[in-house]
């Protein structure tokens, strides 16, 4: 299908905003609001988010893509994903402005992008969100990163056997080795101390995010890379946290493994694996 790119400039807290529409000639009554994830703009790496959005509208989805404050061609100063929610809400404003005939929306992010739209949905309960798709969301804290660290890289690293010829000729820094084990060890065991001792502390955003997955009424696309420490991370915290491993159980969450891609998807072939999964599901989503 043929379709038109356009900017799309709108204002958030009296400044002011820049994206891109991709507006097919016939859009579908579902559209595609891409977050973007880490200190970058809406091309994404390796042009990723542009060329993901061609390909939806070439199927006949509008797809927005757009800086967020502090970003790209946006004004105003940077923030982290956890204080986006104004920049999407005034996104999705403008999107509907644009494409009315648009009644549908879903939001697709990629790592802390993912994390944002799971805010985004526990915060503002928007009832214009109609899915969400997930890529290697965010779950990062120091106890996490040490028991992802401990689980899989550790324990990879023993059964190499680059590893231990490196031992043998004496080229391994044993204590230095030894000190970071114990370091990830302490870290990993310092979440489950404070939960057990039920010390106060703030809600840390996994937390949120599980919960808004939870109370999250639309359907849901998650995609997870194999080779990817965050990915990993993401696994093993909702494989522990009860809230998790329930929200992800339900069926309107469907799952897709990508065995071997990386963190971004940055091959021909793990790209169109992203696009192909996405449009199925949306496929799906339209029913």
């Known amino acids: 299908m043929n379709f038109s790119e356009e900017i799309l400039a709108f204002s958030c807290a009296g400044e002011r905003l820049h994206g891109v529409l991709a ?36 199927a006949g989805y509008a797809v927005a893509r757009f800086d967020y404050r502090g970003m790209g061609d946006s004004e105003g100063a940077a923030r982290s994903f956890e204080q986006v929610g104004d920049d999407v ?49 965010w779950v990062r804290s120091e106890a996490s990163l ?33 000190r970071g084990f114990a370091g990830s060890l302490r870290r990993a065991a310092a979440r489950r101390t404070a939960v057990a001792s039920g010390a106060a502390a703030p809600r840390p955003f996994p937390e949120r995010m599980g919960a808004a997955l939870r109370d999250f009424p639309g359907r849901v696309l998650l995609l997870l890379s194999g080779s990817d420490y965050v990915a990993r991370e993401f696994a093993d ?9 329930a929200a992800l159980a339900q069926p309107r969450v469907a799952r897709i493994d990508a065995a071997g891609a990386d963190h971004t998807f940055s091959s021909a072939s793990w790209r169109a694996l992203v696009e192909r999964s996405t449009l199925e599901w949306l496929a799906c989503l339209a029913d």
């Open 23 to 58: 507006r097919p000639a016939l859009p579908a009554s579902c559209g595609v609001l891409v977050l973007v994830g880490g200190p970058q703009y809406r091309v994404g790496s390796h042009r990723q988010f542009l060329l993901l959005a061609r390909r939806l509208a070439a």
């Open 237 to 245: 915290h909702a494989a522990g946290d009860p809230v998790w491993r």
């Open 146 to 178: 040490a028991r992802t660290q401990v689980r899989h890289y550790y324990g990879q690293r023993l059964l190499q056997r680059e590893f231990w010829s490196k031992l043998a000729r004496g080229q391994v820094p044993l204590l230095a080795a030894a």
């Open 89 to 137: 809400a005034a996104a999705l404003d403008a999107f509907r402005e644009a494409c009315p005939q648009v009644d549908k929306l879903v939001l697709w992010g990629l790592c802390d992008a993912a994390s944002a739209a799971l805010l985004y949905c526990g915060e503002r309960r928007d009832p214009r969100i109609a899915g969400l798709c997930l890529l290697n969301p």
